[in-house]
């Protein structure tokens, strides 16, 4: 590794010791590159010096946008409940490129998801109550979309369930 200008043997030695605890960081689990870039900075590190440790993170294969946004979707959809738009606003907050959150979008099951939406207005019909089934419909379809499905996807099911 060549000394840059105003570089010690000291920074060299701390660039390699923050390169090991990093990679350690991103091994654990999947990491958005916004969080390392958080991460380095916390350890100290200059722009520069950042730069160059996200470019050997991405080189050693540590850090993949597209394989943590494919992480991120199924985690959130198969544990949190979550839906498309919701799990696209999240990722867009992490400012992960729409090119990786589309190909995250596109891993998601479309009967599971269906089925998954299925089975939480189902579950909410049973806890929620109403004085009439419009009421119901709105409190059930709120709901729902609040979780980030999509309307177009929610009201017909909805309709169909709550009869």
């Not at 060549?2 to 990491?31: D, F, H, M, P």
């Not at 479309?110 to 207005?121: A, K």
């Not at 499905?149 to 009201?155: I, K, L, S």
Request: aromatic residues 10%; positive net charge; charged residues 25%.
């Amino acid at each position: 590794m060549a000394k840059s200008a105003g570089e010690t043997n000291k920074g060299q030695a701390t660039i390699a010791s923050v390169k090991l605890k990093i990679a350690r960081y991103c091994a654990y689990q999947e990491r958005a590159h916004t969080e390392v870039e958080q991460k380095l900075y916390s350890y100290g590190l200059f722009s520069g010096q950042v730069q160059e440790v996200m470019a050997w993170l991405i080189t050693e294969n540590y850090l993949n946008e597209e394989r943590y946004a494919i992480a991120f979707a199924g985690g959130k959809f198969r544990v949190k409940k979550w839906g498309r738009n919701k799990i696209k606003q999240h990722l867009g907050l992490k400012k992960v490129s729409e090119y990786s959150i589309n190909k995250a979008l596109a891993a998601i099951d479309e009967e599971e998801y269906r089925q998954t939406l299925t089975d939480l207005i189902k579950q909410k019909v049973a806890q929620v109550s109403a004085p009439n089934s419009y009421a119901l419909r709105h409190k059930v379809a709120r709901y729902v979309i609040n979780k980030g499905y999509e309307p177009e996807q929610v009201w017909p099911l909805v309709k169909t369930i709550i009869t």
